[in-house]
């Protein structure tokens, strides 16, 4: 992979979750630099992962040759107006991972008609396990592309959409998901307690039994996740009582309402920022 100088604007929870990827990945540490307005972030970052920081934007503005903005939607503009009224832009590669902010908007904020990749991270990027979709138009180089699906795939997989508005399917299925899947293990570790179960013993099985489904999924790409669950429904069994009740309950219904309103939100923030 290139390895241009990276800052990361913004020291949250998803930018350390992909710089502890990128670093897991073998990036030079001594290329990647994060800004952030309060310390201890930073001082967490350099300590685990021996990157530079910086609690000046503008340095970690000149120190880089690909930016990725990774402030909160609402912080953006502020945090754009102030990195173009003090640095050449020209000749910078940005990376933004906000939802709901388009790539127009974003120019508009930078002041310029610079490259920007949108990109839907998620969380476990963390661990190499991220999922990201991405979005650019035509002001970004081939090269450019290239260098960015390189960064998000030393964190996960990684695919491209060609319409902007697709990103926002991709927080509804990825961005936001971990959550979904922590909600539902959160209910079912709290009802294992409720059963008589200690709270780590009702983690664990959760947990282990989320990872080895999730594993199932991933090594039988050949098998629709319809069967997947055949495989444990036994007819007239306990799976088929339990599941009958999730679909009873709407539970489909929920997951489609839920994604749909990660959707709505996303374009409502890009008609509000
Ligand atoms: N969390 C997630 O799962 C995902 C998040 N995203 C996107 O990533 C972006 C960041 O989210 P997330 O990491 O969760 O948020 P966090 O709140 O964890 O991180 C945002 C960071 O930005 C810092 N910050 C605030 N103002 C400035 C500024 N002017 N200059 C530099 N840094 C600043 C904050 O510092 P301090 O706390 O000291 O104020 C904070 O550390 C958002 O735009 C979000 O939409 C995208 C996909 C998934
Ligand atoms: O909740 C949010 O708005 C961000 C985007 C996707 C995950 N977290």
């Keep these: 992979m290139q390895q241009k100088k990276l800052a990361f604007i913004g020291a949250g929870n998803m930018s350390r979750s992909i710089i502890s990827g990128l670093i897991q990945s073998g990036y030079d540490q001594d290329r990647i630099l994060a800004s952030n307005p309060s310390t201890p972030k930073l001082d967490k970052l350099k300590e685990e992962f021996g990157i530079q920081t910086t609690q000046s934007n503008d340095e970690a503005c000149q120190f880089a040759d690909a930016i990725v903005l990774a402030v909160k939607p609402q912080m953006m503009g502020e945090m754009c107006a102030a990195l173009k009224e003090n640095n050449d ?16 908007r974003l120019q508009d904020m930078l002041g310029g008609e610079y490259p920007v990749v949108r990109i839907m991270p998620n969380t476990p990027s963390l661990l190499g396990k991220g999922m990201s979709g991405m979005y650019a138009d035509e002001h970004v180089s081939e090269d450019d592309r290239q260098y960015v699906d390189d960064v998000m795939a030393s964190v996960g997989k990684t695919v491209w959409v060609t319409k902007e508005d697709d990103i926002n ?104 920022l």
Aim: include cysteine; proline fraction near 2%.
């Design 89 to 104: 832009l020209s000749d910078k590669l940005f990376l933004s991972i906000a939802a709901g902010l388009p790539v127009s």
């Design 169 to 272: 399917g991709v927080i509804a299925a990825a961005g936001s998901s971990p959550a979904y899947f922590f909600l539902f293990l959160q209910a079912m570790q709290e009802e294992a307690i409720r059963m008589g179960f200690e709270k780590d013993a009702a983690r664990v099985m959760v947990q282990q039994a989320m990872l080895g489904a999730a594993e199932m999924v991933c090594h039988n790409q050949d098998l629709e996740l319809s069967e997947l669950r055949a495989q444990v429904t036994s007819k007239g069994g306990t799976t088929a009582a339990a599941v009958n009740t999730l679909i009873d309950e709407g539970l489909e219904d929920s997951v489609a309402k839920a994604m749909r309103a990660a959707v709505s939100r996303a374009e409502e923030m890009a008609s509000q």
